[in-house]
T-cell receptor
């Protein structure tokens, strides 16, 4: 049973559109939700993260919307660029867990066409 | 930017053989981790360490050992490699006082034949 679920394996958008990547989770104890971006042949890199006390986190073109009651969140990438083409992992951890002990979703591969 | 270096970048091993994957970080981070990534799946935590000479089991430790001889170095050891251990392995590190941001290496692609 997946504790962190990403609804789409892949997503395709055109340059300039807003890409929306969805994620849901099972464990009510999760309180930290990072999104990692991974390019082929590289390790994941932290893109943006949110804590469960907030319902929105914005960083430039990237925004996380968080719904604690529904146990879901989404990553919005505004004005998508071809350079945003990558795999995006939603992850989660609980305050009771060791720092860095993340549960990852399976990832959404985003393709942005020019 | 934090630097985490893994070696080798890729390896082919035979079933039943011993494999050692190495990780080195130069950022004085306290915590180090080994994650594995299978095609089409997310990352899963194998072992981690928060101090030299001590390692802890993660979510999927069976078939793996870890060693942290110094703060900078963290190894993952497969004593008897099996086909099911074919995957990409990522080492990561973070600071005790960071905002929980993990810094990953480029990964080691392991193929067990």
């Amino acid at each position: 049973q997946q504790q962190v679920r990403q609804s789409s394996q892949s997503l395709t958008v055109w340059e300039g559109e807003t890409a929306i990547l969805n994620c849901s989770y099972e464990n009510s104890a999760f309180d930290y939700f990072p999104w990692y971006q991974q390019f082929p042949g590289e390790g994941p890199a932290l893109l943006i993260a949110i804590r469960s006390v907030s319902d929105k986190k914005e960083d430039g073109r990237f925004t996380i919307f968080f719904n604690k009651r529904e146990k879901n969140l989404s990553l919005h990438i505004k004005d998508s660029q071809p350079g945003d083409s990558a795999t995006y992992f939603c992850a989660a951890s609980a305050g009771t867990q060791v720092v860095g002990q993340l549960t990852f979703g399976r990832g959404t591969r985003l393709q942005v066409y020019a | 930017e934090a630097a985490v270096t893994q070696s080798p970048r890729s390896k082919v091993a035979v079933t039943g053989g011993k494999v050692t994957l190495s990780c080195h970080q130069t950022n004085n981070h306290d915590y180090m981790y080994w994650y594995r990534q299978d095609t089409g799946h997310g990352l899963r935590l194998i072992h981690y360490s928060y101090v030299a000479d001590s390692t802890e089991k993660g979510d999927i430790p069976d078939g793996y050992k870890a060693s942290r001889p110094s703060q900078e170095n963290f190894s993952l050891i497969l004593e008897l490699a099996s086909l099911s251990q074919t995957a990409v392995y990522f080492c990561a590190s973070t600071s005790r006082i960071s905002n929980e941001r993990l810094f990953f290496g480029h990964g080691t692609k392991l193929s067990v034949l």
